[in-house]
């Protein structure tokens, strides 16, 4: 029997997570074998995992019911289901955290996505779930939108673990990178541990190449000089903006203002391989987790992408090779009329609106369980 590539990545240095929770998952064993036989080791969630758990199941309709008996408005039912799942899951995930000495085993729940442009709510609505979770190994997400900067730096100076999502483009990686920094510095100021404030930052990838890839093929379909340009550069952005990041990563942890942190025992904010299903079809399934494998890194997969990592994949670390490429590609946008910057602020804005969608969807989900 071939040696389980899932496993591999562990000996690399990168950490497989699943994105993906349901409460069947939970109780029926399945996360158990996946930690015990995948090497799993950390699990993330969002509104629209929720709202297709819920909405496209029977097994939360008991606690529904329960919940709506004690006059508990919607928002309060969701909730209470999710943090009760997030609970189970961590508690799942309770030996991975101690083995790993709190590097790994977290399970994220995230504040609520209308909250994105709105710092002082998202900081009381991450101090509220923080407290009820009541778990050393959970995370609360919070966007990199331009208010959540601030929100990330309060909540880590008051040791609160932050999983800072929707996070694009390299300029807004610094800030966040430094946001926790800052973070971490005014906690030492207030002569409070940081040994165990943990935060990582989840860089989305496949969404770059979905949306620079439509721009590039307009190019290539009117014909013309750049066409062979934009041919070398379809599909490869998004690689290389993340082997950048990387750089950047080792640029910012690795310079003398963190050193005086990390001998107090601070921990650096790892980068998260988020959005890593392959949505052009055309491309790998695992596209997006092959090419990014590397020391303290995370890569966050649904299940279809962990199987078939699984059946295929072929570790090895080559977030470190060809970086000179990537600096190339990325050079070679404007030339192609491609502002990324631009890109990378779109993506930011439909992100928010494809987390607020769901979580209102999953609202009128639970409006209608109610009538029924």
């Not at 189970?88 to 977290?106: H, I, L, M, P």
């Not at 998202?122 to 995370?139: G, K, M, Q, S």
């Not at 082997?243 to 005086?260: D, L, P, S, T, V």
């Not at 072929?314 to 000179?324: G, N």
């Amino acid at each position: 029997m071939k040696d389980n590539p899932l496993k591999k990545l562990g000996t690399l240095g990168q950490s497989i997570w699943l994105d993906y929770i349901r409460r069947d998952l939970i109780t029926g064993g399945e996360l158990r074998r996946l930690i015990d036989e995948d090497g799993l080791r950390g699990m993330t969630s969002n509104p629209s995992i929720f709202e297709k758990a819920i909405a496209e199941s029977h097994i939360y309709d008991d606690d529904i019911r329960d919940i709506a008996l004690k006059k508990k408005d919607v928002k309060a039912i969701y909730e209470a289901l999710s943090q009760r799942d997030v609970q189970s899951a961590a508690d799942e995930f309770r030996s991975v955290y101690e083995n790993t000495g709190g590097k790994d085993g977290y399970v994220s729940l995230e504040v609520n996505p209308h909250l994105a442009n709105d710092t002082k709510g998202t900081i009381e609505e991450a101090r509220r779930l923080w407290a009820a979770l009541d778990r050393p190994n959970v995370f609360i997400k919070v966007p990199a939108t331009a208010d959540g900067l601030p929100a990330i730096q309060q909540l880590i100076s008051e040791g609160i673990n932050i999983n800072v999502t929707l996070l694009f483009g390299l300029p807004r990686y610094r800030q966040v990178a430094q946001a926790y920094i800052a973070g971490i510095e005014a906690r030492v100021v207030q002569g409070k541990s940081v040994e165990y404030v943990a935060s990582v930052a989840s860089f989305f990838v496949s969404r770059i190449d979905t949306l620079v890839d439509s721009l590039l093929e307009k190019l290539i379909a009117q014909g013309g000089p750049k066409t062979d340009l934009a041919k070398k550069v379809h599909g490869q952005v998004a690689i290389a903006s993340a082997k950048m990041a990387y750089q950047m990563y080792k640029e910012i942890f690795g310079n003398n203002r963190f050193k005086k942190l990390s001998d107090k025992g601070a921990r650096v904010q790892r980068l998260l391989w988020a959005s890593t299903s392959a949505k052009n079809p055309d491309y790998s399934d695992v596209k997006y987790v092959e090419s990014l494998i590397g020391p303290d890194t995370i890569n966050t997969a649904p299940l279809e992408t962990i199987d078939a990592y699984r059946n295929h994949g072929d570790p090895k670390s080559r977030l470190e090779q060809d970086v000179e490429e990537a600096n190339w590609i990325m050079a070679r946008l404007p030339e192609l009329g491609v502002n990324i910057d631009k890109v990378t602020g779109q993506l930011e804005d439909e992100g928010v609106r494809k987390f607020d969608e769901p979580f209102d969807k999953l609202m009128e989900t639970l409006r209608k369980k109610l009538k029924e």
